[in-house]
């Protein structure tokens, strides 16, 4: 009996506990039922206030980052000032919550959509966060251009159909090899992440720690295996866990009919 009401007061106790669960269930039930795409400026959260371009899309986004913090890592043994990595940083959730942990951390943020980075920009600007660069162009394997789907929040990608655009790429790969050391590289870039390690995977052995978000398309071969590959050959420990739950993988196989898996991915050095 004490143990069947441990685990019956347990989500109580995590609720009271943690201010940004509770947090996210304001948001929720203040903005939980509107529809896509609805623009808000000055949206108030925490100690923030932001410009948003899809509500369901900022909410969810809070979740990840703030309550589930998929983000922290520790830098206690890495210099004063860390550096990151932020590719696909979208309106700059991740950028906010990366300056909550580390206020002096130099970030490198990418956002290939020109609309979601001016959202970036402003965010940054309104919240007084400085020591960011943000860099316009989609993270990829040349310095040339790609073309991409704007989709409008956060789903952005080279693999999208319609509304298609070419925007200005970066290969990161130049950029990784210039730094000494990079206490953490994110890697969100909605199905670019396969190409873009594929080309970095002699170039990771300054980074400490990795995220990566792991898309498989239906109609493309699912490369998982080699990405884990990359991250063995550069001595990191991986851990996975899949954010497309499927109760009956053998049965509903044709659930999504876009995207069949998505895994986040952590590489750390032991």
């Not at 309106?91 to 020109?114: C, H, Q, R």
């Amino acid at each position: 009996m004490v143990s069947l009401l441990k685990e019956i007061m347990r989500p109580l106790y995590y609720f009271l506990k943690n201010k940004n669960l509770r947090e996210f269930y304001r948001l929720l039930d203040k903005y939980g039922s509107y529809e896509r795409f609805i623009s808000v400026n000055n949206l108030r959260f925490l100690n923030y206030k932001i410009d948003v371009p899809d509500l369901p899309s900022f909410i969810w986004q809070f979740k990840e980052i703030f309550v589930d913090e998929i983000y922290k890592f520790d830098a206690s043994n890495s210099r004063i000032t860390p550096l990151i990595y932020d590719c696909g940083a979208n309106i700059g959730m991740s950028v906010l919550y990366f300056k909550t942990m580390f206020p002096n951390a130099k970030i490198i943020a990418f956002e290939a959509d020109p609309k979601i980075c001016k959202y970036l920009r402003e965010n940054l600007k309104k919240n007084g966060i400085n020591n960011v660069d943000v860099i316009e162009g989609a993270v990829w394997i040349n310095n040339d251009e790609v073309e991409f789907n704007s989709e409008g929040a956060d789903g952005g990608s080279i693999y999208g159909k319609g509304n298609i655009k070419k925007v200005k790429s970066v290969r990161l790969k130049e950029l990784l090899e210039k730094e000494k050391e990079i206490d953490l590289l994110k890697i969100d870039i909605e199905g670019a992440e396969y190409e873009v390690l594929m080309d970095c995977r002699d170039s990771l052995r300054n980074v400490r720690n990795i995220f990566v978000e792991y898309h498989s398309w239906n109609n493309k071969e699912q490369k998982l295996g080699e990405i884990l590959k990359v991250l063995e050959e550069n001595i990191f420990r991986y851990y996975l866990k899949t954010v497309n739950d499927r109760k009956w993988p053998f049965i509903n196989k044709e659930e999504d009919q876009s995207m069949d898996l998505q895994i986040n991915i952590w590489g750390y050095r032991v």
